[in-house]
């Protein structure tokens, strides 16, 4: 039997093992923060649609209910943000960003700041560009993909 998959061929597994060496690098730059990269992005967010719900948080960040709810827990346990009723619809929960989380999200910017220039400075500014725009590209193209029935996966 011949042997397909190639992990170094794979557009998956290369973006996932970019991803993670990105993550590192900015986890170490804002860890000073008490905040992770993700959720200092989750803060961003949250900050840029209040009274969202919290659904919308999750797809404009690509998370998965499970996922958010995985990343919101230490926010709420640590009182950086609460989670609300909305102010037109009490059925719908929004997360609200507190001064605690406003306080630690600023200092996370500001590091962030430095995370982001370590980045470039190690892959330069033009790959840096490439791969910011791909990313989005990425994002944006395969955020809604699934999977239609019938497709040539069946035939396997």
């Keep these: 039997m011949t042997r397909m998959f190639s992990h170094a061929l794979c557009h998956c597994t290369n973006l996932r093992r970019a991803a993670r060496a990105a993550t ?21 967010v949250a900050l840029d649609n209040p009274e969202s719900p919290s659904g919308e948080l999750g797809r404009l960040l690509g998370l998965d209910k499970s996922t958010l709810g995985r990343n919101l827990r230490p926010l709420l346990e640590s ?8 102010l037109t619809d009490r059925r719908i929960r929004t997360i609200r960003v507190t ?6 999200f600023e200092k996370a ?4 700041e430095r995370a982001e220039a370590e980045f470039v400075r190690l892959i330069g500014a033009e790959r840096s560009a490439v791969a910011n725009g791909v990313s989005i590209h ?17 035939d396997i």
């Design 109 to 112: 910017s500001a590091l962030w």
């Design 99 to 104: 001064e605690t989380g406003l306080k630690a």
């Design 24 to 44: 590192r690098i900015y986890d170490e730059y804002v860890r000073p923060s008490g905040l992770s990269i993700a959720q200092v992005a989750l803060i961003s």
């Design 79 to 86: 009182e950086m943000i609460s989670i609300g009723r909305g």
């Design 138 to 154: 990425v994002a944006l193209n395969l955020s809604n993909h699934t999977l239609v029935r019938g497709s040539d996966v069946s």
